[in-house]
């Protein structure tokens, strides 16, 4: 591999976007990460100009590469590295409310699943 390339598992691990190499593989197995608008294998190479859109916790986060490298560094050599262009994300007062039922409450009951269906908006 040439110096103007490394991987993409080991630079999202290196750029501290995962804790580990093997979390930045199952990632890129799992579908969660694409380079230029394609599915990413994790050794697949990243150059400088490449664009990364990375799922974490159900976000997108873009990226932007401006220097590949394949070994974990400071803080202050990742702020070198990419170019971070992610929106900021919506406030809580836009995202819609998810009622949660306490763990160990059973399933719901009759009454309570018409009324989750009715916050859902499936009236029928």
């Not at 697949?44 to 916790?57: F, K, S």
């Not at 394949?70 to 836009?94: H, I």
Request: aromatic residues 4%; glycine residues 6%; proline residues 8%.
């Amino acid at each position: 591999m040439t110096d103007a390339s490394a991987r993409v598992d080991a630079w999202l691990w290196a750029v501290r976007i995962y804790k580990t190499r093997s979390a930045a593989t199952a990632a890129c197995r799992a579908g969660h990460v694409r380079v230029n608008g394609e599915r990413a294998k994790a050794a697949q190479p990243v150059r400088p100009g490449d664009e990364l859109r990375v799922r974490i916790a159900g976000f997108d986060r873009l990226l932007t590469v401006r220097q590949p490298i394949s070994k974990r560094v400071g803080a202050a050599l990742v702020a070198a590295a990419m170019d971070d262009t992610t929106p900021p994300p919506p406030a809580k007062e836009d995202m819609p409310f998810v009622p949660v039922r306490d763990r160990g409450a059973g399933r719901p009951t009759k009454r309570e699943r018409r009324d989750i269906d009715r916050l859902r908006g499936r009236e029928d």
